[in-house]
Nanobody, 124 residues
Framework: QVQLVESGGGLVQAGGSLRLSCAAS????????MGWFRQLPGKEREFVAA????????YYAGSVKGRFTIYRDNAKNTVYLQMNSLKPEDTAVYYC?????????????????WGQGTQVTVSS
């Protein structure tokens, strides 16, 4: 059984930074592309960023490009999301996910395994 455990969320002022981590177990981590999504109550889960198995390719939502960086350490079975220049509109629960099907990195349906989420709150 795959387990994904996020950490690193919290409360930060606008303009600040946070780094989210997602530790994976129960599966060969380097065989899965990984993604980060976020969700507000009552809204659909929104793509944030994704990274290929090797880390050689990355993908970002337009709203975070240039501010967020996704990277991974396959030796540590961990994927990270470095978030800089945070804005109040970045406030959400952030989820990491392992991509195990489909061709689209942007579609949550391509991801079969999800973490429990971590809250990020950005105050103005």
């Amino acid at each position: 059984q795959v387990q994904l455990v996020e950490s690193g969320g919290g409360l930060v002022q606008a303009g600040g930074s946070l780094r989210l981590s997602c530790a994976a177990s129960g599966r060969t981590f380097s065989s899965d592309a990984m993604g980060w999504f976020r969700q507000l109550p009552g809204k659909e889960r929104e793509f944030v960023a994704a990274i290929s198995q090797s880390g050689g390719s990355t993908y970002y939502a337009g709203s975070v490009k240039g501010r967020f960086t996704i990277y991974r350490d396959n030796a540590k079975n961990t994927v990270y999301l470095q978030m800089n220049s945070l804005k109040p509109e970045d406030t959400a629960v952030y989820y990491c996910a392992a991509k195990n099907s489909g061709s689209s990195y942007y579609n949550p349906m391509s991801y079969g395994y999800w973490g429990q989420g971590t809250q990020v709150t950005v105050s103005s």
